[in-house]
């Protein structure tokens, strides 16, 4: 793809305008289920905070100007009767704008300044520009007019006030004004900028366009969705700042605005083949904040990192896949270094998660598990559960092969025993002949539930025995809705259709299951699955999650894990498919 071809349209209700490292998007989405009338510059720093408005105004009457909003890969424009402001991004923290017949007010989103919170405003004269300070970033907005006219308000008032400055064609209306707006720490040089506007909407442009064509060079008319989960992911991903320790992708630039640690195995499973330096990132930046018991944060972001959950041990899984992936793969370094954190995430789950004399570790809530409120820990939330010892022995067989790849022989001895007893006894203890069950930790109770979590050990795929993967394999075609795998049976009476975990359908639950049945040798059920999940992505996007008896998207709509695992499995299908 080049500049001729800008790549998908999209609409910023759903999407985010960004690009690849940027802290910040130009989003009506100012905060979880809060939609503004008018675009903001939104800030991922310290957390997700609407900074700046932006409102084209009508050049006869100064109010507010009735615009249609058109994105795509590299220029975002408003457009209407009289005129259109085009917005593009020259770097990671600085977005240039330009104007004809359509002023534009760029003013502080807060009215309110506060000692603490806010945006105080005021003309920077060192820097020959205007500059909004937000309490809530820990940054500063800097606008440059470049041509045209500014005229500012709220110049270093204090309290309640309206901040901000209006931009407009000078004397010679034919003119487009044009300003620069950077993110910035507390200084900079003047902004200085040779660059044509229509050369970094060329650069913006070519820069997504060598991201998708490594990401997805197998793309086609078969896989139409290609090309946007490619932009989902360019336009989240970050640069190192702050408690990010390497580049990363967000899962949104919404308000799900971190790195979970376990979303992040899907984004590098994706980006594996075609950008391996940004997929080793996306697998080993939680492993960088891993605390002395082994365990994983439960998420990262910019200034956060929260301990007060973990996620499941998928790395093992993720990982074997991810070296298999990688077009060179990994040397006796990396190996040793991702053994050695594999090693501690183990321990930590086989010491601090097993109680005494017990076999198999345990969750200590519904969110330790990745399924928050899955119906399964609605008896009791600290649970010995099947998918977790399905997980760590899936974790334990890579740490097996991993030892033998570094000639440490004892050491693959020892985790293919841990493997074999631990899915023995997952076997023995949570098997009953007719499917898994769970086990409360205090009670000693077990009980099942219609949801899709108790079915999730297929993941062992080939290490299953035949009986059991055959029985799972039945019982998960039983989620299976037009559009993919409801993670509660919709006959249940438990079913909610924006239940989170008790009912819509989810992106990782797919790809885990889809990979597992087709291990297992039940290509059948896998294949559908796939085929419906990449539907429902064709026709509805990359939210979060969605509801499964409609198909519509649900919560946040520009998730990443959603569009890597649609990538993952749109690869496949192509690879299989022959095209």
């Given at each position: 793809?080049?500049?001729?071809?800008?790549?998908?349209?999209?609409?910023?209700?759903?999407?985010?305008?960004?690009?690849?490292?940027?802290?910040?998007?130009?989003?009506?989405?100012?905060?979880?289920?809060?939609?503004?009338?008018?675009?903001?510059?939104?800030?991922?720093?310290?957390?997700?905070?609407?900074?700046?408005?932006?409102?084209?105004?009508?050049?006869?009457?100064?109010?507010?100007?009735?615009?249609?909003?058109?994105?795509?890969?590299?220029?975002?424009?408003?457009?209407?009767?009289?005129?259109?402001?085009?917005?593009?991004?020259?770097?990671?923290?600085?977005?240039?704008?330009?104007?004809?017949?359509?002023?534009?007010?760029?003013?502080?989103?807060?009215?309110?300044?506060?000692?603490?919170?806010?945006?105080?405003?005021?003309?920077?004269?060192?820097?020959?520009?205007?500059?909004?300070?937000?309490?809530?970033?820990?940054?500063?907005?800097?606008?440059?007019?470049?041509?045209?006219?500014?005229?500012?308000?709220?110049?270093?008032?204090?309290?309640?006030?309206?901040?901000?400055?209006?931009?407009?064609?000078?004397?010679?209306?034919?003119?487009?004004?044009?300003?620069?707006?950077?993110?910035?720490?507390?200084?900079?040089?003047?902004?200085?900028?040779?660059?044509?506007?229509?050369?970094?909407v060329e650069a913006a442009r070519n820069s997504f366009a060598d991201f998708v064509d490594r990401v997805a060079p197998w793309r086609s008319a078969a896989t139409p969705a290609a090309e946007l989960a490619a932009y989902v992911l360019w336009s989240a991903t970050v640069r190192p700042v702050g408690l990010v320790t390497r580049a990363a992708v967000l899962m949104s630039k919404h308000w799900m605005d971190k790195v979970w640690s376990w979303d992040h195995c899907f984004n590098a499973l994706a980006l594996a083949p075609g950008h391996p330096e940004l997929a080793r990132d996306q697998f080993h930046l939680p492993f960088d904040h891993q605390d002395e018991t082994g365990a994983l944060p439960d998420s990262v972001t910019h200034s956060e990192v929260l301990r007060n959950f973990v996620k499941p041990p998928i790395h093992g899984w993720a990982f074997g896949h991810l070296r298999r992936r990688l077009t060179t793969p990994p040397g006796r370094a990396e190996l040793a270094?991702?053994?050695?954190?594999?090693?501690?995430?183990?321990?930590?789950?086989?010491?601090?998660?097993?109680?005494?004399?017990?076999?198999?570790?345990?969750?200590?809530?519904?969110?330790?598990?990745?399924?928050?409120?899955?119906?399964?820990?609605?008896?009791?939330?600290?649970?010995?559960?099947?998918?977790?010892?399905?997980?760590?022995?899936?974790?334990?067989?890579?740490?097996?092969?991993?030892?033998?790849?570094?000639?440490?022989?004892?050491?693959?001895?020892?985790?293919?025993?841990?493997?074999?007893?631990?899915?023995?006894?997952?076997?023995?203890?949570?098997?009953?002949?007719?499917?898994?069950?769970?086990?409360?930790?205090?009670?000693?109770?077990?009980?099942?539930?219609?949801?899709?979590?108790?079915?999730?050990?297929?993941?062992?795929?080939?290490?299953?025995?035949?009986?059991?993967?055959?029985?799972?394999?039945?019982?998960?075609?039983?989620?299976?809705?037009?559009?993919?795998?409801?993670?509660?049976?919709?006959?249940?009476?438990?079913?909610?259709?924006?239940?989170?975990?008790?009912?819509?359908?989810?992106?990782?639950?797919?790809?885990?299951?889809?990979?597992?049945?087709?291990?297992?040798?039940?290509?059948?059920?896998?294949?559908?699955?796939?085929?419906?999940?990449?539907?429902?992505?064709?026709?509805?996007?990359?939210?979060?999650?969605?509801?499964?008896?409609?198909?519509?998207?649900?919560?946040?709509?520009?998730?990443?894990?959603?569009?890597?695992?649609?990538?993952?499995?749109?690869?496949?299908?192509?690879?299989?498919?022959?095209?």
């Amino acid at each position: 793809m080049t500049a001729d071809r800008p790549g998908p349209d999209f609409s910023v209700d759903d999407i985010p305008f960004s690009t690849y490292g940027s802290w910040f998007g130009i989003s009506p989405v100012v905060a979880e289920k809060t939609r503004a009338e008018d675009l903001h510059l939104v800030s991922h720093q310290n957390g997700m905070h609407a900074v700046l408005r932006l409102m084209p105004l009508d050049a006869g009457t100064g109010e507010r100007a009735e615009t249609r909003v058109e994105a795509g890969p590299g220029l975002l424009s408003w457009v209407g009767a009289s005129g259109r402001v085009d917005l593009a991004y020259e770097s990671p923290d600085t977005v240039r704008l330009r104007g004809t017949g359509m002023p534009l007010r760029v003013s502080a989103a807060a009215r309110t300044l506060t000692p603490f919170s806010g945006t105080y405003f005021f003309r920077d004269a060192a820097a020959d520009a205007y500059v909004f300070t937000s309490y809530e970033t820990g940054r500063r907005y800097r606008v440059t007019v470049l041509s045209g006219t500014a005229d500012a308000v709220g110049a270093q008032a204090l309290g309640d006030a309206d901040r901000g400055l209006t931009v407009a064609a000078g004397t010679d209306a034919e003119v487009p004004w044009e300003i620069a707006v950077e993110e910035i720490d507390t200084a900079r040089p003047p902004y200085a900028s040779a660059v044509t506007f229509g050369k970094v909407v060329e650069a913006a442009r070519n820069s997504f366009a060598d991201f998708v064509d490594r990401v997805a060079p197998w793309r086609s008319a078969a896989t139409p969705a290609a090309e946007l989960a490619a932009y989902v992911l360019w336009s989240a991903t970050v640069r190192p700042v702050g408690l990010v320790t390497r580049a990363a992708v967000l899962m949104s630039k919404h308000w799900m605005d971190k790195v979970w640690s376990w979303d992040h195995c899907f984004n590098a499973l994706a980006l594996a083949p075609g950008h391996p330096e940004l997929a080793r990132d996306q697998f080993h930046l939680p492993f960088d904040h891993q605390d002395e018991t082994g365990a994983l944060p439960d998420s990262v972001t910019h200034s956060e990192v929260l301990r007060n959950f973990v996620k499941p041990p998928i790395h093992g899984w993720a990982f074997g896949h991810l070296r298999r992936r990688l077009t060179t793969p990994p040397g006796r370094a990396e190996l040793a270094e991702t053994y050695d954190r594999l090693e501690r995430w183990t321990d930590f789950w086989l010491t601090a998660r097993r109680a005494p004399g017990a076999a198999l570790p345990h969750y200590q809530h519904g969110n330790d598990s990745g399924w928050d409120n899955a119906t399964t820990f609605d008896p009791e939330r600290v649970v010995v559960t099947a998918d977790l010892a399905a997980f760590l022995v899936l974790q334990l067989r890579e740490l097996a092969d991993l030892a033998t790849r570094l000639d440490r022989p004892d050491d693959a001895r020892r985790w293919t025993r841990a493997a074999e007893t631990t899915q023995a006894a997952m076997l023995e203890e949570l098997w009953n002949g007719d499917r898994f069950v769970a086990q409360g930790v205090d009670s000693g109770d077990t009980w099942d539930s219609a949801g899709l979590l108790d079915l999730m050990p297929i993941v062992l795929g080939e290490h299953l025995p035949e009986e059991v993967s055959g029985v799972l394999a039945a019982r998960i075609e039983a989620h299976l809705t037009p559009y993919g795998l409801a993670t509660e049976v919709t006959t249940s009476p438990h079913y909610l259709s924006d239940g989170y975990w008790r009912g819509p359908i989810w992106a990782p639950a797919t790809v885990l299951i889809e990979d597992g049945l087709r291990r297992a040798g039940h290509h059948r059920p896998a294949d559908e699955i796939s085929a419906r999940f990449r539907a429902l992505c064709e026709a509805h996007g990359f939210a979060e999650n969605f509801d499964a008896l409609t198909g519509r998207g649900l919560r946040d709509r520009a998730y990443t894990w959603t569009a890597a695992s649609y990538l993952l499995l749109a690869e496949a299908h192509a690879h299989r498919d022959g095209s």
